[in-house]
Structures are given as C-alpha cells and as structure tokens.
C-alpha cells in the first residue's frame, strides 16, 4: 500500500507555502476517496459472508425479521442442533467423509500430475504431441459431458455407492487443469539441475524425487489446494455416486437438512454451512504464501 | 584419471541439422584441452557428446579403454561444470557436494570426509551450511567445480563455467582452475579436463592444449604458442589474437624474395617468407598480425602506403586503423612511438615484417606458408 500514498513528505524545517498545502490537501482528499470507495466495494463483496456469520447465531424467528447482521439475541442452539443432524449420524461423521474422500485424492492428484507433466515436459516419446493435445481436449470438456458415460462405466465395474468413482480419475491425473499447470511450471525451470543430477549418478526416478520435485514444491502445494477446496465444495461427484447416507461428504449433508425438515431449521443449515468453510479456509491462509507463489509461477491464472 | 579419443563422432539433430561432422580428437591423460570457437560452433554439442547428454549419431567415444556411446552420464566417469552452475537450489552446499556420493551408496563417514577435503581445497568451508541462492557468483562457481572434484573422475568436463562472472572475479577463477590443474598433477592424480568456452584469453591462458573449431569441423589442434605463431588456416589467424590478424587480399610474385601486390603497389617480405610457401603465383589472402605492422612515414620504401582512419589510445598501445585501397589494416604501435599528431585522413606508410606474415590460400583459407615448420 504504501505506492499509493503519495502525500508529499516535508523534507525541511521551513513552514509549507500556500502551493503546496493545496497540493497536500488535495492528495489527502483523493485518498480519502479511493480508501472510502474500495473500502464500499469490499464490504459490498463480503457481506453475505459476514451476514451469514451474524445470522449462524440469530434464532429462526428472527432470521427473516431483521435485515442486520448483528443477532439481538445470540444463540448457538443452531450449532448444537445443526451438528445433530436429523440422522442417526451426527455432521462429524460428515466431516469424516468428506476428509476421507479429499486426503486420497489429493495425495493422488499430486503424485499422478507430478509423473505425468514430467513425461511431457520433459521427454521425447511418439505420439507426444497427439497426447498433450488430448489432455487440453479434456481440459476444454465441459465436465457435464462426461457424467453419463462415466456414472455407466462405473456402475458397470460396480463401484456405485463407494469412494473410488471420487478417488480413481484424480489418482490417473484425469484432472487435465492441474496437469497442465505442472507442465507449465515445469517448462520454466531450466533443465541443468536435473542434467547435473544425470551426471552425478541419478537415474530418471531419483531425478523426479530428489530434484524436481523439491523444484516444482509451490505448483504443488497450489495443486493440493486447489484440489481440497474444489472437493470440499464439490457436490455433484457426491450426490451422483453416493447414495447411503453414513458416506456423505458434508456438501451432501447439508442438503439433506433441507430435504428432510418440512419448516427448514435455517439457522442449523447456516451454522453447518459456517462450520463447512472453516477447513477451505483455514488450509487456504496456512499455505496462502506457496499457493500464491504457485500460480504465479505457474503462469496460470486461478 | 583416463584419456578421452573421440572418433568420428557426428550429431545430426532430427530436423536433419547436421551440427557436428565426423570430428577426431584425442585428450591426453591429465591433459588441459580448451574448445574454442565463436557461438554455433558446435563446442558445447561436442562437450554434452562426451558428457552423454546428447547422443552421438555417428562414429565412438572413449574413455580410457572403454567405449562410452550407449553409457549414461552417470556411468561414464565423468564430472561437469555448469555455464550457472546448477546447483541443486533446495540443498545446501553441503549436501550439494555430496550428492553424487550419496546417490553411489557412500557410506556418511567418506562423504563427510571427502566433502571437508574438497571445501578446503576450495576454499569453502565457511560456506558449507549456505543454500545456493545465499552463494555470490564466485562462491556458487567453486561449490560447482567441488561438486566435480569430489568425485574423482576420470575426465573434469567445463561448459563455459567463467562466462557468468565479471572481469575480476574471472580472471581470479581462472588462475584457480589452472593451480587446480597442477595441484592435482603433483598430487599424483592428474585430471584430464576439457573445457569449453567462447574467450580465447581463458583459451590460450588455461589450455595445455586448444581446440578449435567451426561450424561443426575441428579447425586446428595445437598448444597456444604454435596456435598464435602458426596458425594452419585463415579461420584460426583470425580468431586467436587480439586485435584480429588483418587478412588481406593480395597478388603474390616470386623473383628474388616474395613480393605481394595490393591496391597497385608492391612490397618485398624477403626470403625467409619465399622459402615457407608451398604454393603458386598469384592471388592470395596475407595474413599479419596487428603487432607486426610498423608504421613510418608515407611513402617510404617497403612500405604500403594508407590513409588513417581511426586512432585508438589504449594506454601503452595505439590501435591505428589506415585503409589501403579496400583493405582495412590494424597496426598496433607502442604509446612513446606514435606521432600524437596523427589524424583521420592523414597518409601513413606501413612497414610489412616479413618473418612474421602468413600467406593463406584464397579458396580454402590454408596456410601455404608453413612449409618446414614443425606443426
């Protein structure tokens, strides 16, 4: 921030002229203004968040009555209630799922991405060309296109009502965005580390794993995050492939305190919603450095 | 410590350039030999053949007894010397060093210990503990050449190692590299090196022996001194030297001595020159090194005479440029013999040592001027 200050600093002792007081008032004036507008526009962007915060811990009643955000009478009975669910399981269990689908697909997304854009970046095989361009194909795909036939792939292996439709397709690198983003990284570190590496004894593997991996660590960690916030998020894989409700991720969840409530106990579904976008979040500032690193590296925009 | 024979190795890339044609050359044991040539000559091509990053398309490399074509670089007993370095940049200097031991099985006690001797020889102890990016140029430079030595292999190969670091620094690093050199010979563990680089100072100041080469063809292999005195082709008298030989078209006579026409007027090189030719009568390219031009005044006997077209002052030296006819000459001239007043357009003779010309064919740039002269 400190660029945009640009109140002319007295460098000497002597009172200010006329001049160049109106010069200082001015630019006080026109910060003012551009704090005051971007300041507007923020709170503009981030109230429903805040609301939905306030409104987590306001009664039913009230919910609807006051347009504020502040609760007149703080509750956390929506919490209490929220976590209970209206199943014979409470939302930790949701929680549980949802981490259970997330940490092998992340770990796999990442190894699987990692080996991949290594091969293309990084050697010469026939047919190279024709497979990248398959992998940006992919990436071009709209996801919807591939539901039907994948949902019959995989209910003809039987793997319906499992983790394994959510977790298999990331573990093949089946997510063209984040390989491409690796190739990407990859093709701006120069080659003569791994070189050096060759000359000092490393077969291909050890290369991989001792020296480009170490190198490619920020693309890495924006890949991971990335992947754990999309899977928190995502509902549809879920609601497509899980049909009993002790696997449930927490996006799932929610939901179903709206279906099964005839008069919706909104402020237990705002309180859980709060609840669900701690992990994203709180993963997101640990790592904000390396994932903003990462994309910038990268070249790819998030 | 081995030698290295390179036998008609060629490189043709897959687009069908053909980068190196078919070159010969043999490195002694413990042997300093420089490759030099301007940029696209085909030097590095040639270093990463012998480092086994590029394949070879033709013809076999061997090191020591063995042939190493289909070897990994790891395999070949070799150790190379980045243009950046290439330090491993998430390790530290310590484990940098280490690094090809540790992929070797060493056990932890020998890498401690081989990592101490080399940081001492190099002088880097203090820097042990130090990740690469906190490394100066100079500092990164000996972690990589510890990086080679630690090894102990059997050929040290140089990719322009120098080019990074400015004047000072690299002067000093080049003197280290030569101690180095000698340090191992005495030590009774020669090092056979190559070294590749672009700077013929680094070139004719390091190499036991220099390579050079164009377009993919070796040009000329020789010790510096027979490389600056007797250069086997126009190619070579121009790139080594400084400033470049002037290479001149003329009209050769033989009477009594050598005569050379240019721009209309003749000047006699004397016998000693007749009697190195080997070739015809008739038109051929003079070659004379800027320090063997002597400037007198215009129209004096044996001399061309030309106008001045530029006057450098170097400080013990002047650079005189004079043009005679189309041909541009460089004369150096020692400070405390140049006439101060000499200017731009002035006419200036200049005086021809015959002892020290070249005569080069005109077509294939040969030097026809050798004959008798051990090479």
């Known amino acids: 921030m400190a660029a945009i200050t640009d109140i002319p600093v007295a460098k000497s002792p002597e009172p200010p002229t006329a001049i160049e007081l109106k010069h200082r008032r001015k630019a006080l004036r026109s910060q003012i203004l551009r704090y005051g507008l971007l300041s507007l526009v923020g709170l503009i962007m981030i109230y429903p968040l805040i609301w939905l915060i306030g409104a987590s811990f306001k009664t039913n009643a009230e919910m609807f009555s006051s347009p504020g955000f502040w609760p007149s009478e703080p509750t956390i009975s929506g919490y209490i209630e929220g976590w209970k669910t209206s199943t014979p399981y409470t939302f930790g269990r949701f929680f549980l799922n949802s981490l259970w689908i997330i940490i092998p697909k992340t770990i796999g997304t990442a190894i699987s991405c990692t080996l991949v854009a290594y091969g293309f970046a990084r050697f010469e095989f026939p047919g190279k060309k024709f497979l990248f361009m398959t992998v940006i194909a992919t990436l071009l795909l709209p996801n919807v296109v591939t539901r039907i036939p994948q949902y019959l792939l995989f209910r003809d292996i039987g793997w319906l009502d499992s983790f394994l439709p959510l977790w298999v397709p990331s573990a093949l690198a089946g997510d063209a965005f984040f390989v491409f983003m690796v190739i990407q990284f990859l093709r701006a570190i120069p080659r003569d580390m791994e070189e050096a590496a060759r000359v000092d004894g490393a077969t291909t593997l050890q290369t991989l794993i001792y020296i480009v991996v170490p190198m490619l660590m920020p693309a890495l960690i924006s890949v991971c995050l990335f992947q754990f916030m999309w899977t928190m998020n995502d509902f549809l894989g879920p609601l497509i492939y899980i049909s009993s409700v002790e696997k449930y991720p927490v996006s799932l969840a929610l939901k179903l305190s709206i279906d099964t409530t005839e008069a919706f106990a909104w402020n237990q579904i705002l309180a859980m919603s709060v609840l669900a976008l701690a992990p994203s979040l709180a993963v997101f500032f640990m790592a904000q450095k390396y994932f903003i690193e990462g994309i910038s590296t990268g070249g790819v925009k998030g | ?375």
């Open chain 2, 1 to 375: 410590m081995a030698e290295l024979q390179l036998k008609s190795v060629e490189k043709t890339y897959g687009n069908g350039f053909k980068a190196v044609h078919g070159i010969n050359l043999e490195v002694k044991e413990g042997e300093f030999m420089v490759l030099v040539g301007p940029s696209g000559c085909a030097k590095s091509t040639t270093l990463r053949m012998i480092a086994g990053l590029e394949t070879i398309s033709g013809g076999e490399i061997r090191i020591g007894e063995n042939v190493v074509n289909d070897l990994v670089p790891g395999k070949r007993g070799i150790a190379m010397v980045f243009q950046n370095y290439a330090l491993y940049p998430h390790m530290k200097v310590r484990r940098n060093l280490g690094f090809g031991l540790q992929l070797r099985g060493k056990p932890k006690a020998e890498i401690a210990t081989a990592t101490d001797e080399v940081s001492e020889i190099l002088e880097i102890e203090k820097l042990l503990d130090r990740l690469p990016k906190q490394l100066s140029g100079g500092q990164a430079q000996r972690v990589a050449v510890g990086r080679a030595l630690i090894k102990h292999p059997d050929v040290f190969l140089f990719d322009e190692p120098l080019s990074n670091l400015d004047a000072k620094l690299r002067a000093a690093m080049r003197v280290r590299i030569t101690d180095l050199h000698k340090r191992l010979k005495a030590e009774g563990r020669p090092a056979t090196v190559v070294y590749v680089t672009h700077d013929q100072v680094e070139a004719m100041t390091m190499g036991d022996r220099i390579c050079v080469m164009k377009d993919g063809h070796i040009m000329q292999v020789a010790d510096p001194v027979t490389l600056y005195e007797r250069p086997a082709n126009a190619f070579v008298a121009g790139f080594i030297g400084m400033p470049e030989m002037n290479l001149v078209p003329a009209v050769l006579t033989r009477g009594i001595g050598a005569q050379l026409t240019l721009d209309g007027q003749t000047v006699d090189l004397g016998d000693e020159l007749a009697r190195r030719l080997y070739c015809q009568d008739g038109p051929v390219t003079l070659g004379i090194r800027p320090q063997h031009l002597g400037v007198a005044p215009a129209g004096s006997p044996d001399s061309l005479t030309g106008s001045v077209t530029n006057v450098e002052f170097m400080g013990h030296e002047v650079n005189l440029h004079a043009k005679v006819g189309s041909a541009t000459f460089v004369a150096v001239v020692p400070s405390e013999q140049f006439d101060r007043a000499t200017q731009r357009g002035d006419k200036v003779g200049l005086t021809v040592s015959g002892r020290h010309a070249h005569v080069f064919d005109v077509t294939s740039g040969e030097n026809v001027s050798l004959k008798g002269q051990i090479n």
